[in-house]
């Protein structure tokens, strides 16, 4: 085999990453931190914020396309990934997947807080050994338990800037958290055969669609009202309970449409909405905060 270039090596390494799935993780983060300053907190401590952040989530998603490899070889979506593809030995998947962690801890503890780093650390295991290595491949509510990996990020801003967590802290983790199964599961509609190609037993598979919509409804509907919590214990003032109004009644609508139009168009409309929905709640509660003082 010919010797590959530098640039399609590194381009390799950084898709294990899985960069677009990370951005995500990162506005909510950086909003929580902008939450918790109520104002643009110091660059330097949200450079190693952000950047703490994005090693471990970058080293947790490394360690999943490790143990994954069997599944995403059998997966259309996935079976062009460096791992399957035979691009990158899965020995250096893991160990680039354990450096990203360590590293990650080692920056956020050392230019940041002990809290931080141990709730980056808590996010990369609990995805890799409860969700990635137990649920994915057990559990058709793998997604409601493993969700709980992807709603730390705004935890850890959040103890970035003030070193402790309180019950608004706690609001951003069950936002998100009650936020990923519509998510998730919008985008298993479109992906059940591969899924079950995989016997990975994600929700569809196990359930069938129509379970799966109807399921889809009543996570945002739980959503919609853990969204105004915040509201009512006074964490968050009129110009998030009347953003987060007009972002809840679009994203029910979208999820209705699921359960009402059985076609991949409105699954996937769900899943990019859905994006869509959680990047500006985070953005409106972070501008409530800094314009009325929370």
Known sequence: ????????????????TKPRVIVLLEVTAVAAMVMAARRLPDWRLLLATVLGGWMAAAGANAINCWFDCDIDSTMGRT?????????????????????????????????????AATLAMTALLFYVCVYTMWLKRSSMQNIVIGGAAGAIPPLVGWAAVQGRLDVTALFLFAIVFYWTPPHFWALALLLRNDYTRARVPMLPV?????????????????????????????????????????????????????????AARSARRLFYDSMIYLAMLFVVMAVDRVVTGG
């Open 1 to 16: 085999m010919a010797p590959r270039r530098v640039a399609d090596v590194a381009r390799d390494y950084i898709a294990l």
């Open 79 to 115: 079976r062009n990934r460096p791992l399957p593809a035979g691009r990158i030995a899965p020995r250096n998947a893991l160990v680039f997947g354990v450096a990203l962690g360590g590293a990650s801890f080692v920056l956020l503890a050392g230019a940041v807080n002990l809290l």
């Open 206 to 262: 196990v359930a069938g669609d129509r379970s799966t919509r109807y399921q889809i409804v009543l996570y945002t509907l739980v959503l919609c009202v853990v969204t105004v919590l915040p509201a009512l214990t006074r964490s968050f003032g009129a110009v998030y309970l009347a953003g987060a109004g007009v972002l809840d009644t679009l994203l029910l609508i979208s999820a209705v449409r699921v359960a009402r139009e059985p």
